[in-house]
């Protein structure tokens, strides 16, 4: 007979069905995201030094893209220079200026920025001297710049680049000190000013060069190496009668208000941001003994 079936396992019975876990509650979003940008934007423009060196390191950037904006013009067109001698001297004044940087390379280790900012600033009451020197009275025929003394227009814009570019580095050292934590930014924001500062400054500086327009292809008025000087000298008698006049005084301001304001009342920097109290007072002796504030 043939064996009992065996019988089917009980089946067995389905596990509990387990309560669905609670939805974990998201991360709480900060209260206002903004804030902490428009709290590093009042740092930035409420310091002295970042405004007051960003304005003068662009209106210094803007003589120099003046310059090389339309030295070629004159040279080719009014010393009627060839080709070849005209790109040669166009390149004089960057020269001069690497040469500037390579020089503050070298006494930057020991030299603070405040007094590379200094002495660049005493020497950049020459370029404009010399500029108007060159270029003369208004209306001049025979003034030291005219054709072919080539060298009186060279000598003057090759100073503007080399006392520029030996300023420049400096002054970006200081711009940027306080704001160690956010640096990218506020170097970012800096170069973005100076751009726009210096390009407006060249376009000016350019439309003055043609006679405030009146220039046409093929038809050109005369004095075109004059403007060009008198363009630059008043930029870099703006940039000296900013730093001497606006940026110097308002930093003697923000020395005596810091030196009377109790220690406790100080208004607390965020983590990161400058140097202590300590630091930064004796930063702030050697900015005003450098200044002569």
């Known amino acids: 007979s043939p064996p009992p079936s065996a019988s089917p396992p009980p089946s067995a019975s389905p596990p509990p069905s387990a309560s669905p876990p609670p939805s974990a509650s998201p991360p709480p979003r900060p209260a206002c995201p903004s804030c902490l940008t428009w709290s590093k934007l009042r740092r930035m423009y409420s310091n002295v030094d970042f405004v007051g060196l960003t304005v003068a390191a662009a209106i210094n950037m803007g ?22 001698v005209g790109g040669v001297l166009i390149s004089v004044p960057p020269l001069t200026g690497l040469l500037a940087s390579l020089l503050v390379a070298r006494i930057a280790a020991k030299t603070s920025p405040a007094r590379l900012v200094a002495a660049g600033m005493v020497a950049g009451v020459v370029p404009p001297a010399f500029l108007l020197l060159s270029a003369g009275l208004p209306g001049c025929v025979d003034c030291l710049y005219a054709r072919p003394r080539w060298y009186m227009t060279t000598i003057p814009c090759a100073l503007i680049s080399g006392v520029g570019f030996f300023a420049l580095p400096a002054m970006q050292v200081l711009v940027l000190q306080d704001f160690r934590d956010m640096s990218g ?11 726009f500062v210096s390009t ?10 043609s006679d405030w327009g009146a220039d046409r292809k093929g038809h050109y008025t005369h004095y075109h190496t004059q403007r060009l000087l008198y363009a630059l000298a008043a930029i870099l008698i703006a940039l000296q009668l900013w730093f001497w006049l606006v940026y110097v005084p308002v930093k003697r301001c923000e020395r005596a208000r810091r030196s009377a304001q109790p220690r406790d009342e100080l208004v607390e920097e965020p983590p990161g941001a400058a140097t202590s109290d300590r630091g930064q007072s004796s930063e702030d002796d050697s900015l005003d003994a450098e200044f002569g504030v």
Do not use: D, N, P
Request: glycine residues 6%; positive net charge.
């Open 185 to 195: 930014l506020a170097g970012g924001l800096s170069k973005l000013f100076m751009t």
């Open 200 to 209: 407006g400054a060249s376009q000016l500086s350019s439309f003055y060069f």
């Open 63 to 84: 003589a120099v893209r003046a310059m090389l904006s339309s030295i070629s013009f004159v040279y080719t067109h009014y010393y009627e220079l060839s080709t070849t």
